[in-house]
């Protein structure tokens, strides 16, 4: 019955579910509240770009100089769009579309970008321990980080300069907030892909919102929406030899349309 | 300047202090929209800021507020110690607030994430929430405490973001415009409430408003702005001057 878990890649994947899964809820929820949608897939295309200087700058120090690559540029967004006129939404889209296609030109000198091209839809089978020990240690991090700053993020983002007034600098938040989205996605892009990783971060929470009236229940429904879908996606791809990316983020997608409907027929 | 703060300390009473706003500059660029604001404030007493869209009106509490970069200084006072500080408590209502109808928040859960390092996603944290529902008591809001934030009508938001202003007690309480979005009946409320809470509390308050009738009603001060402070006074002599007239025109009063 449970023959999957006889092989290793297998174990592999579904830890790596356990473990990322929640993150992704954790942050989902703040992200659909401050309807950054836009913003966090923009980090997710940009995180090709972050690929490309982590291979430039080699094979020992790719981790490392992909971190510091979503960092500085999830900085950089947040700051312009906090200093600009334009809209923010059209500024986002000009430097994701950039670092996007930066991505793509260094990573095709020489001709060889099919080597990279699973970055595009990832590959959750292929995860290795390792990752997933970068995957804990974001866990561990991320739980700190909602447990320090939750309260002043929410605050923040209701009415900044109500936030300045209690002496909450939601500024400084808003920025840490949007630099771990970055890092997240650039430890999850080689296995989830860019083309999914949105999904993941989106979805749950905005299932959960459907039926959640307030931050607890919100919390709660996202993450067991989150860590059952991927459950369930990777098992399902198993038995029917679907890819299992897309595979989680169609049981996530029914999950919304479910709750969706369990909430028009509960309106008052 | 001696004259002036012995002034200040006869009129307030025991626990009182004063705020004094001195050569306030706010500019934007090259555009400057405050020039040489000079301003006192008492406990006890609502200030009323009036003038017209674009006078600069939420560009001085937002600079007091420290989210606007200005010259000049702010001071704050105690008056029985003498203790001058630039550090004050201030308790503001903002416009509105971003939250839609839908999101799952609780009046508790925004409540607390503005008064408490407790985590809102955390279970429910019985002394804070008791301590909220206090605090809401005040302005009879304390059955909101369940309700989703975004179901809330405007006279209950009011009172709920007032709770949340006083608590803990400012210094000085700013009002941003808050009587957009409710009747007039609201309105008439809110003045009443904010009122009772600045003779109760000996609140500092400074508010900015567009209703002329009411202002008149319960201001103890009115400031005209216009970019600089046109006239300042009783509502009886700035609207009897000369800038009023300018500034609003043949609007009856």
């Known amino acids: 019955m449970m023959s999957f878990l006889e092989y290793a890649f297998m174990r592999n994947a579904l830890l790596a579910i356990l473990v990322s899964s929640p993150i992704f809820a954790l942050l989902g929820t703040m992200v659909v ?189 996202a993450v067991l929406f989150s860590i059952v879908s991927g459950i369930a996606g990777i098992l399902v791809s198993y038995y029917t030899g679907f890819p299992s990316g897309p595979m989680i983020v169609l049981i996530l997608g029914v999950t919304f349309f479910v709750t969706f409907t369990v909430h028009s027929f509960n309106k008052d | 300047m001696a004259e002036h703060s012995h002034k200040l300390k006869d009129s307030c009473h025991e626990h009182c202090h004063c705020i004094k706003i001195k050569d306030l500059n706010v500019s934007f660029g090259e555009e400057s929209v405050l020039e040489d604001i000079n301003l006192h404030m008492h406990c006890g007493e609502l200030t009323v800021i009036i003038g017209q869209n674009g006078a600069g009106k939420s560009t001085l509490l937002r600079a007091l507020l420290g989210q606007v ?82 179901k809330l009508s405007g006279g209950q938001m009011q009172r709920v973001m007032l709770s949340i202003a006083i608590t803990p007690m400012p210094d000085l309480l700013i009002l941003d415009e808050p009587v957009s979005g409710i009747d007039e009946n609201g309105v008439r409320d809110f003045y009443r409430l904010v009122d009772e809470m600045k003779a109760k509390h000996d609140l500092a308050v400074l508010l900015v408003s567009h209703d002329l009738d009411l202002v008149k009603k319960y201001a103890d001060k009115v400031i005209l702005l216009d970019n600089r402070i046109l006239c300042q006074g009783t509502a009886e002599q700035v609207y009897a001057d000369e800038n009023f007239k300018k500034v609003f025109g043949g609007q009856n009063i």
């Open chain 1, 33 to 221: 509240n401050k309807k950054m949608a836009f913003f966090s897939d923009a980090i997710g295309h940009s995180a090709l770009c972050g690929i490309a200087v982590g291979v430039l700058f080699g094979f020992t120090s790719r981790s490392l100089s992909m971190i510091i690559f979503a960092i500085l540029f999830s900085v950089l967004l947040n700051f312009v769009k906090d200093h600009t006129t334009y809209g923010a939404d059209t500024i986002i889209s000009v430097f994701a579309s950039v670092a996007m296609s930066l991505g793509l030109v260094l990573l095709s000198r020489g001709g060889n970008f099919n080597k990279y091209s699973s970055y595009l839809v990832g590959d959750i089978l292929s995860i290795t321990v390792t990752e997933i020990i970068s995957l804990a240690v974001c866990f561990v991090l991320v739980i700190i980080f909602w447990i320090v700053s939750y309260n002043s993020l929410s605050s923040d983002n209701l009415n900044r300069a109500l936030a300045t007034s209690k002496g909450i600098n939601g500024k400084v938040y808003d920025y840490i907030f949007s630099a771990f989205i970055a890092v997240v996605i650039m430890f999850s892009i080689r296995w989830i892909g860019i083309l999914l990783i949105n999904s993941l971060i989106i979805l749950p929470a905005a299932a959960s919102r459907n039926i959640s009236r307030n931050v607890r229940a919100y919390h709660l429904w």
């Open chain 2, 69 to 150: 970069a200005h010259t000049g200084t702010i001071e704050f006072k105690e008056t029985k110690t003498g203790n001058i500080s630039n550090i004050m408590k201030i308790g503001y209502v903002p416009q509105s607030l971003n939250v839609e109808r839908e999101i799952p928040m609780t009046v508790y859960d925004m409540f607390a994430s503005y008064i408490s390092k407790y985590p809102v996603w955390l279970p429910k944290n019985k002394k804070l929430y008791e301590k909220i529902k206090d605090q809401l008591k005040m302005f009879s809001v304390d059955d909101c405490i369940d309700k989703q934030v975004g």
